[in-house]
């Protein structure tokens, strides 16, 4: 319980307890004065009867504003689901645009790749084929020099023929 209640329910106690020990002074009778007319009654249960009145005028309030709180509560609790509905909602938007945006960018950065792979294929053909044509070029010019010193050789046999081959290959 609260504490306001707890109190509320001590002060009534209390009340009802001095009520019963002066019930006699509450139930005597006197004349009252309402200011149009007089009336003959008990001021003690005048008084209590005004007493027990704000009392539940005072309770039906507090309830009412509980009541009220609670509805107010309730809505604030289902809007503040709706919106936290929408927020995970768009999060989830915001993360699916992001998966989409990032398997662009990594199929471009693929592209890129491939296409850089393809310019690196066609330079290293294209490096291969002048390396090939050097190397065609340097074997006829080494076929051209052995033909040269084939016939230097031949001719120099031709001419001396009783000298033996090593001679002919000293400078």
Known sequence: MRIRTLLLLIAIVLVAGFVALNVDEFTRVSVLNLGFTTISVSLG????????AATVIFLASTLYMQS?????????????TTQRELADKAEASRFTELRAYL??????AQRR?????????????QQQQVLLARLEQSDNTLAAHMGQ???????????????????????
Do not use: Y
Request: charged share 30%; net charge negative; hydrophobic share 50%.
């Open 45 to 52: 249960l005048v008084m209590l009867a005004l007493l027990i």
């Open 68 to 80: 009220k709180n609670m509805m107010e509560s309730r809505t604030l609790s289902r809007e503040l």
């Open 103 to 108: 398997e662009e960018q990594t199929l471009a």
């Open 113 to 125: 790749e491939s296409a850089l792979g393809t310019v690196l294929a066609d330079r290293f053909a």
């Open 149 to 171: 010193l084939e016939e230097r050789l031949m001719l120099k046999r031709v001419m001396t023929p009783d000298a033996p081959i090593d001679d002919h290959f000293k400078p």
